[in-house]
């Protein structure tokens, strides 16, 4: 739910041109990989109020979604860094593409960034004990 409403501002962003729209994605951004969902805005209105709403809830492990997180941090942040630089084409060709990787967890349950995650783990650039649910099948999924 969180990607969807990622998805809504940066499309907004997008389409309007609002560059304020970029620092406030790159804050939430932030806010979510520093104290997880506790006081990122869009968090909270997913997690609290639209997800129980829908009635569906399906709980992930934290380690892959933090890091799927930086990843929209890095990438939000440049693209504002950009846009303040004057180069907006490409910030907002970098908008464009968080927006694809944020659609595809919306709308068809595909974290790109925790897929990397495994990619990086299962090679071992990312301890196996870090997520011990992301390695180990047989715990149980919520």
Same mark, same amino acid.
Do not use: H, Y
């Given at each position: ?47 609290? =109020? ?29 693209a504002a860094l950009l846009l303040a630089a ?43 004990? =870090? ?12």
């Amino acid at each position: 739910m969180t990607a969807a409403l990622v998805v809504v501002l940066a499309a907004v962003t997008l389409l309007t041109g609002f560059g304020w729209g970029l620092a406030i994605i790159a804050a939430g951004f932030w806010l979510r990989v520093l104290f997880g969902p506790r006081i990122s805005p869009l968090a909270r209105l997913s997690v609290k =109020v639209l997800t129980p709403w829908l009635g569906r809830t399906r709980l992930v492990p934290g380690p892959p979604k933090r890091f799927a997180q930086g990843i929209g941090a890095a990438v939000s942040t440049a693209a504002a860094l950009l846009l303040a630089a004057g180069v907006a084409p490409a910030a907002w060709v970098l908008l464009a593409v968080l927006i694809a990787a944020a659609s595809l967890e919306a709308f068809a349950g595909f974290c790109l960034g925790c897929s990397i995650f495994g990619f990086l783990q299962r090679r071992g650039l990312i301890p196996e004990d =870090v997520c011990e649910a992301c390695n180990n099948i047989t715990l149980p999924r919520a």
